[in-house]
Every structure is written in C-alpha cells, then in structure tokens.
C-alpha cells in the first residue's frame, strides 16, 4: 500500500521549457513533503521542500506547489536544463513538532531527462 | 565539511552469510537514518537514532537486521544470515536534529547471491 505515488516512471522535456513532476499521497496526516534529486551512483540529494501549511514554495527555478484537499503536489523547473536530468524523488513526513522531516516515506521516483 | 560517508561502497556476500555496513554522518549531526532501496522503488526507512539510543525501529524487516550507534556518531547496520532479498543499496542520511533536513551518504550497495 503505497503512501506517496509518483505516477510517471519517466518524463522527456526539451531544454529551456519547464518539467512538472507529480506526487500524490495518501497519508492525510503527513504535514511535511520533500523533493530529492539523485544522480546515479549517488545518495538523494535535498531539493526542496513544503510544510502543509503552504500551498507554494519557490527556490531559484524550483517551484513546489501543494494542493492537500486533493493530496497532490507537484514540482516545477523552469527552465530544464540538461543538469537536471536525474531521478526525482517525491518523500512525505507526519511530524511532531511542526516542521519536523520525522521518517520520510519516499515515492518511486521520477526519471527526468533533459534535452539539449 | 565532509558529507555522510558509508563504507564499503560495494558488499557481495554469500547467502547465509553476516554483513556490516558502515554510516559516518556529518560531524555534529545528532539525528542518522538508515533506508534500504530496492531496484525501482525509492528508499525506505529502515531505523532512526537521535543520538546513541534507536528512537524508532520500526522500519527493521525482521530480527536479522540490527543497528547500533554506540558513541552517537558512526553506526554499524548488521544484517546476520543474509538473504538474496535483502540485496539493495543501503541508505545512510544525518540532521542536525529532527527538524532539519535528512543529507544522504551514498550508500553501500550490498548483493547477496
């Protein structure tokens, strides 16, 4: 029973427009959510992240966007460059004390690949 | 300043056989973490220490599976009489505490034949 679903094993965009990767979850008690980014060969690698009492937090051309009535959200890159071609991880936290990343559940992950 | 480090980078043992995985966290990191990521799933959270005592084990799969941090630094995952399901790429990730972001070693990829 998967708790955060990353629908889209893979996504193809061309360098310059944006990518949108999507995450749903299940959970409605988790507060706290999180985008890695991984390499091969390497650990995940924090990208950005949302408490649920946002809808939007923005970081250079990272954009993540929560919707919770619909227990969605998605990340932004604009633009995709070819740098960015990894495999993104969507992960969901319950914290206790507000803020708190707690026992992150992860997604299976999104490969993005970025076009020159 | 250094990242998490794991050692060994690669692990092939024999079923049956006890393995040692090794996690140096960021030096000051009082909260490790340890996953485990099978082919084509993400991590998943395995057991996680504030300081030298396991606050939560819950993600441990059964008692072969064992992690200590004695001295709240370095921890040593032990997994006794191991299985071919139990290959995957084990995850070491520190914090600063529980509110501060999870930072990923690179992980020892351990197979089991």
């Known amino acids: 029973d998967q708790q955060v679903k990353q629908n889209s094993p893979s996504l193809s965009v061309q360098e310059g427009r944006i990518s949108i990767l999507n995450c749903d979850y299940t959970?409605?008690?988790?507060?706290?959510f999180l985008w890695y980014k991984k390499y091969p060969a390497e650990g995940p690698t924090f990208l950005i992240s949302?408490?649920?009492?946002?809808d939007k937090n923005e970081d250079g051309r990272f954009t993540v966007f929560l919707n919770k009535s619909a227990k969605h959200l998605s990340l932004h890159i604009v633009p995709s460059q070819p740098g960015d071609s990894a495999v993104y991880f969507c992960?969901?936290?319950?914290?206790?004390?507000?803020?708190?990343?707690?026992?992150?559940?992860f997604g299976k992950g999104t490969k993005l690949s970025v076009k020159p | 300043g250094a990242g998490v480090s794991q050692t060994p980078s690669n692990k092939v043992t024999e079923k049956g056989k006890y393995v040692e995985l090794r996690c140096d966290p960021i030096?000051?990191?009082?909260?490790l973490y340890w996953y485990r990521q099978s082919l084509g799933q993400g991590p998943e959270f395995l057991i996680y220490?504030?300081?030298?005592?396991?606050?939560?084990d819950s993600g441990l799969p059964n008692d072969r599976f064992f992690a200590v941090r004695p001295e709240g630094s370095v921890s040593t995952l032990k997994i006794q009489r191991t299985e071919r399901g139990d290959s995957a790429v084990y995850l070491c990730?520190?914090?600063?505490?529980?509110?501060?972001?999870?930072?990923f070693g690179p992980g020892t990829r351990l197979t089991v034949l």
């Open positions: 990730a520190s914090s600063s505490g529980e509110t501060d972001t999870q930072y």
């Open positions: 959970n409605s008690m988790f507060d706290y």
């Open positions: 949302i408490s649920s009492i946002k």
């Open positions: 992960a969901a936290s319950v914290s206790e004390s507000g803020g708190s990343q707690g026992n992150l559940i």
């Open positions: 030096s000051g990191h009082t909260a």
């Open positions: 220490f504030q300081g030298t005592g396991a606050a939560d």
